[in-house]
C-alpha cells in the first residue's frame, strides 16, 4: 500500500510546518475548506480512513459492540453508515472493542480488530486480535479468523500492510510489569509476515519496536508503550507511524521510524515526535493514526485522533496534510485549528 507523499524542498517544508498551518493551500483546485476536528458529532479514537472507487469510509473506536461506519466525498462532512461489524450472541468478543482498520485485498473487504473474548476460562484477563471479511466496505463483516493471532499473551492493534502483493500484519503486545498498582503497563510492537492465499500468520514474530526515546517516557512507572502501528513504502524507504504514552496522557502522541525492509531493522526519527501536545492551540493527546490520499492522488492526509481538552478525554477526529522533505525525513503540516482546504480532486 502506497500513498503519493510529495517531497519539498527543505526550507520551504520549513516555513509550511512552522509558521501558520492555515495558510497551506494543497495542490488541487477543491473548492471549500475544513477544520479540525472534523465529523461533527463523531466522537471516536483510533480513526482509520479507507478510501475506495473514491469514497471516503471510516472506523474507529467507537461502541462497546462492535463498529460502526461514515462515509464521506471530501473527509468534512461524513455520512452514518450503521454497523459495518456487530456483536452477535455466538460472536468471539462479548468487550472492548478497539481499533478497526479494514483494507481491500484480492477482490475482498477484510477487518482487523482487537477485543475481548467470551471465552474468559480459554483467554483469562486477555486481548486478542480477530480478522472479519465482507464483500462491501460498509458490511456486515463477518469473523474470518477469531482469534487470528495468539501467541500466548494479550494483542491489540493489528494492521495489515501490502508490499509487492506480500502481506504483513504489525500488532501490539500488551501488558502488565508487576502487581497493580506498583508496576506499569507496557506495548510493544511486533511484525510477521502472512501468507497470500489465507492470510494466515506464516514466519517468525520479529520485534519492531517499544518505548526508548525520552519522549515516550521509557523509565515510566505507569505507561511505557509503543503503539497503534502504521506502515507504508515511499521510494526504497519503509516508514513506520506509531503511538507513545498512555492513550489518555495529554502528551500521547505520534512518532515515526523507518527500515530497508519490511521487517526492518527499524530507525527511529531522532526528531520525533511527529506531533505531540501543544496547549497554544488545544492539542492535546494526538495519536494512533491512519494515512489516506485526495482523491486525484496528488495529496496524502493523517488521520489521527485528539482529546476535547486537557480534562476531557473524549475523542475527535482529525486530518492533516503529510510530507516527505527531500532529505527523506517525515513531516505533518499542523496539527492545524484553522480552515484548511479540502483534499485535491474533489468534486
Known amino acids: ?26 495542490t488541487g483546485t477543491a473548492v471549500g475548506t475544513y477544520t479540525n476536528p472534523v465529523g461533527d458529532s463523531i466522537r471516536m479514537g483510533d480513526p482509520y480512513v479507507l478510501l475506495h472507487e473514491g469514497t471516503y469510509y471510516l472506523y474507529g473506536t467507537a461502541g462497546k459492540d462492535g463498529f460502526k461506519c461514515w462515509s464521506s466525498g471530501n473527509l468534512r462532512d461524513w455520512t452514518y453508515e450503521g454497523y459495518a461489524f456487530k456483536e452477535t450472541t455466538t460472536s468471539f468478543g462479548q468487550s472492548n ?29 486477555m486481548m486478542l486480535v480477530c480478522l472479519a471479511e465482507s464483500d462491501s466496505p460498509t458490511g456486515p463483516f463477518t469473523d474470518k479468523y477469531a482469534p487470528w493471532i495468539d501467541q500466548g499473551y494479550s494483542c491489540i492493534d493489528a494492521h495489515i500492510f501490502v508490499d509487492e502483493e506480500q502481506p504483513y500484519v504489525y500488532f501490539d503486545r500488551v501488558g502488565y510489569v508487576g502487581d497493580w498498582p506498583d508496576g506499569y503497563m507496557f506495548g510493544i510492537i511486533y511484525a510477521m509476515q502472512l501468507d497470500r492465499d489465507n492470510l494466515q500468520p ?9 518505548a526508548e526515546q525520552d519522549w515516550e517516557n521509557p523509565d515510566s512507572d505507569f505507561s511505557r508503550c509503543n503503539e497503534g502501528a502504521y506502515v507504508f513504502k515511499e521510494r526504497d524507504t519503509y516508514y513506520l ?7 489518555a496522557d495529554p502528551d500521547y502522541g505520534i512518532g515515526y521510524a523507518t527500515a530497508p525492509t519490511p521487517m526492518g531493522p527499524w530507525t527511529k526519527a531522532p526528531d520525533n515526535p511527529l506531533i505531540g501536545k501543544d496547549s497554544l492551540r488545544g492539542i492535546f493527546g494526538p495519536g494512533h493514526n491512519s494515512f489516506t490520499s485526495s482523491p486525484d492522488g496528488k495529496e496524502t492526509f493523517m488521520v489521527y485522533h485528539t482529546h476535547g481538552s486537557f480534562e476531557d478525554k473524549e475523542r475527535t477526529v482529525n486530518i492533516d496534510r503529510i510530507k516527505i522533505d527531500d532529505a527523506g525525513a517525515l513531516r505533518i503540516l499542523g496539527p492545524t485549528r484553522t480552515p484548511q482546504p479540502l483534499p485535491s480532486g474533489i468534486r
Open 241 to 247: 507511524t506509531y503511538s507513545a504514552n498512555h492513550w
Open 1 to 26: 500500500m502506497r500513498y503519493p507523499f510529495l517531497f519539498l524542498p527543505s526550507a520551504l517544508l520549513f516555513l509550511s510546518a512552522c509558521g501558520d498551518p492555515g495558510i497551506e493551500s494543497g
Open 202 to 210: 506464516s514466519g517468525d514474530t520479529v520485534r519492531v519496536s517499544e
Open 97 to 125: 472493542y478497539w481499533a478497526p482498520e479494514v483494507i481491500h485485498y484480492r477482490d475482498k473487504f477484510y477487518l482487523t480488530y482487537s477485543c475481548k473474548p467470551k471465552d474468559t476460562g480459554a483467554y483469562p484477563d
